[in-house]
Every structure is written in C-alpha cells, then in structure tokens.
C-alpha cells in the first residue's frame, strides 16, 4: 500500500511550516493593517492606474459597482454579477468593490472573479470600525431593537461613515452583527476614490439589455441621483425622521434647492412627510454627494438625534429626503430602461420600443411602477412641474 504514512506526516509538517513562514514574511498582520488605518487589505486592491491601463478605458465614466456582501451570499452574488455582465458591464469593463464585514474566503473570491475581465476589490470592514457614537442611550436603543423585533419589522440599519456615507440594508449585514451600529471607515483610499457607485444587491436581476451607459448618463449630463423603484415607507421606523429634517432645513434654509423635489416627498408643502422614498438596494448615484459639506453636516445632525438606534432610520428615506430637499430635481433621473429585480419586486420598462430594444425578459404587467404602493405617479408629477 502506496506511501508509508510518517512520510505522508512529514510533508505535512513541513508545508504547515513553510506556510506559517510565507505568511509571516509577505503578509502583513492584522495590526499592522489597522494601524494603517486602511479599510481593506491592501493586498486585495486595485489601484487607479492599473484601471486606467483596462481596455476601454478612455470610454468609462468615472465609476465603480459596489456590492455589500458576506461570504455566504455566494450563489446570490453570482447570480447578480452575471446579469450586471450579461445585460451591460461585458462590454464596459467597470470596476467591482466587493464589501464584507469579514474576509472574503477564497472560494468567494475565485468563484466570482471568474464571472468577469473587470478589475475586483475585495474588501474586510474592520470590526473596529462598527461603532455606536458616544451620546446613544444603549439601553434605550436595545429596548427599540426589543420593540421592533416584537412587531416584526426586520429592517436593519447601518452606517458607514466619514467622509463617505453610505448604508448597508438587512440583506446583508443585518442579522447577526445586530441593528442600530454605524460602521466608520475612510473612503479616501482605492476605487472609493471614483466618483459615480451602482450598488447591487446578492440576488437580484436586471432584465434588460443596458445599451446605453447609465454612468456615462450620470456623469455628462449631472445627474446625481439614479433609481428604478420608489416606494412607500413603513412610518414605525422612522416615527421622527420627518419632524428631524424638518429641524435641520429650519436651521439652515440656504441649503434647500430653489429647484427641489420636495413635492415627491411631501404632499402639503413639507408639512408631512408622505413617506415616498427611493428603494436604495438598486442606487447610482454620485458619491461626492454625500461627501459634501451639505450631505455630512445633515447626516451628522440626524445621528445626533440617534434616531438611527431608537428608531430604525434605513438609508432609503434619508438618501431620498437629502436628495430630494438639497439637489435640484432635474439631476434625479428614473433609469426607466433598466429592468430590475429584488425580489418581491420589479422595474419593467412600459414602453413598448425600449421593452423590445432592450430584449427585457421581464414582464410590463408584472411592473411595480403603477402598483398602489409606487410613488412613481408622484415622481412624474414632481418632475412635470420643472418641464411643463
Ligand atoms: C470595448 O471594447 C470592445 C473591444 O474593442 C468593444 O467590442 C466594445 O464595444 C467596447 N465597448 C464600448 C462601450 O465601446
Ligand atoms: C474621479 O472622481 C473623483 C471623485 O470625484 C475625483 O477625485 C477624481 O479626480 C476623478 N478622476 C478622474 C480621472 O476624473
Ligand atoms: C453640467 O454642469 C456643468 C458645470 O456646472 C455645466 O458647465 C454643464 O453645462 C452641465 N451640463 C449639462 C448637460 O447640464
């Protein structure tokens, strides 16, 4: 019988050894990563010229995708990566920013590297940057977390901080890191540094072939905010968003738009808040927005109010708030030839010559757009008022 088994032991030991060694020489420890205060390991990341070296490059927008995941998502991932190639990035060639509240394992990261010739980031957050600010009540906030799992709602709300402010929705990191922690990391690193993300979700679908670059559109024509799906809000979680926003625009009236789109938001004026939203799992949207002076300084007055933790703030209505009180309407677009799915719901386009041109295998009479829970009317309506 074949190799004498102390043999077989041997080598064992001895490539145990020789890995200990090779990871010790050319990896850098964790310390030394936190210390360099990087939100990713360096080793996983892309740089800028290596972008700008990628055939078809002069072509590109300046911008990324952005997937906030966890290894487990695998099959949701590839099944979202190969539509995003398949009806649209083939031919373009954008980045990918794959983030993770812990390392990809290897397995994530062979199996959806394959999916395309596009340059791949593979991000950790480091657990050190989910923090909840000093002034939160944390008795209060976990009696609301108590409360809001008693009454079924399942929507998890994280932050990701400074300078750039992004959110994480349930899918993803919800659960099991717990609900009502904001996440601190510095964005001024690596592909963070472009200026236009589409954020995907694990398993969801887009249904039309993309022939015209949404980034492009974005970046030549100043749009700021893009979206397929908008909503209604559920009002238990955000009982005080409203009447907080309100404050702020109070305090500082210079920052709303002349040309806003509060009428999406706010039927009387802005007196209520009739709870439409943007559904931010699908986002393009321009990240020197919420890098701006007027994004951060009304995030950090929200976060102030903790309503993030008592309540359960999620991105969509405060995306949608911002975007709708401090940007002028004309530079949120609805990216209507974009067919897309998040399970339960699903963007088709209506019109018949972009449903055949964009070869949709989405059905129109399945569109969530005219649904009784769409803002998409009131979204028209905003928008007619600044094309009469
Ligand atoms: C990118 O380059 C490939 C190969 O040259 C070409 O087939 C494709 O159409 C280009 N994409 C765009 C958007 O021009
Ligand atoms: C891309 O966008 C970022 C953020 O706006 C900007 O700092 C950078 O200069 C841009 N890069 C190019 C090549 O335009
Ligand atoms: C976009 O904004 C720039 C700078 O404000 C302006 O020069 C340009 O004409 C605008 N382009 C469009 C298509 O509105």
């Not at 799992?149 to 709300?157: A, K, M, R, S, T």
């Not at 717990?178 to 964005?187: I, Y």
């Not at 540094?193 to 969801?204: A, S």
Request: one cysteine or more; proline letters at 6%; glycine letters at 6%.
């Amino acid at each position: 019988m074949g190799v004498p088994t102390r043999h077989v032991a041997l080598v064992a030991v001895l490539f145990t050894l020789l890995f200990i060694i090779f990871r010790t020489t050319f990896l850098p420890s964790s310390e030394a990563l936190m210390s360099l205060n990087l939100p990713f390991s360096t080793h996983d990341s892309v740089s800028l010229s290596e972008l700008a070296s990628q055939p078809n490059a002069s072509e590109r927008a300046n911008a990324t995708f952005v997937i906030l995941c966890r290894n487990s998502n695998l099959r949701g991932v590839i099944q979202s990566v190969r539509d995003v190639e398949d009806r649209f990035n083939r031919k373009y060639g954008y980045p990918y920013v794959f983030l993770n509240e812990e390392p990809f394992d290897e397995e994530f990261k062979r199996r959806v590297s394959v999916l395309s010739a596009a340059p791949m980031e593979f991000g950790t957050i480091p657990k050190e940057h989910w923090y909840a600010p000093p002034w939160i009540d944390e008795q209060k906030a976990a009696a609301a977390r108590k409360k809001m799992g008693e009454d079924g709602i399942i929507y998890g709300v994280f932050a990701l901080l400074c300078p750039f402010v992004f959110f994480l929705g349930s899918s993803c990191f919800g659960v099991p890191v717990g609900v009502g922690f904001v996440l601190k990391v510095d964005f001024s690193h690596g592909l963070w540094m472009l200026r236009y993300y589409w954020r995907v979700e694990p398993d969801v679908h887009f249904h039309c072939d993309v022939n015209s670059d949404p980034f492009r559109l974005m970046q030549d024509h100043n749009k700021t905010y893009g979206f397929t799906i908008s909503m209604y809000e559920f009002e238990a979680t955000i009982e005080s968003l409203w009447a907080t926003a309100k404050d702020y625009a109070q305090l500082h009236p210079e920052q709303l738009h002349p040309h806003n789109a509060l009428g999406f938001i706010s039927d009387d004026g802005g007196s209520k808040y009739n709870l439409c939203h943007f559904w931010s799992n699908f986002e393009i949207a321009d990240m020197d927005f919420w890098r701006s002076e007027v994004y951060v300084s009304f995030f950090e007055f929200l976060d102030q109010k903790g309503g993030f933790y008592y309540e359960r703030w999620g991105d969509a209505p405060v995306h949608s708030i911002a975007a709708a009180l401090f940007l002028p309407r004309s530079s949120i677009h609805f990216f209507d030839e974009i067919g897309y799915e998040h399970p339960p719901y699903t963007h088709c386009p209506i019109n018949g010559e972009r449903w055949t041109k964009g070869r949709c295998s989405c059905s129109p009479a399945e569109s969530f757009d005219y649904d009784g829970y769409s803002c998409l009317s009131r979204w028209e309506k905003t928008i007619r008022r600044l094309f009469p």
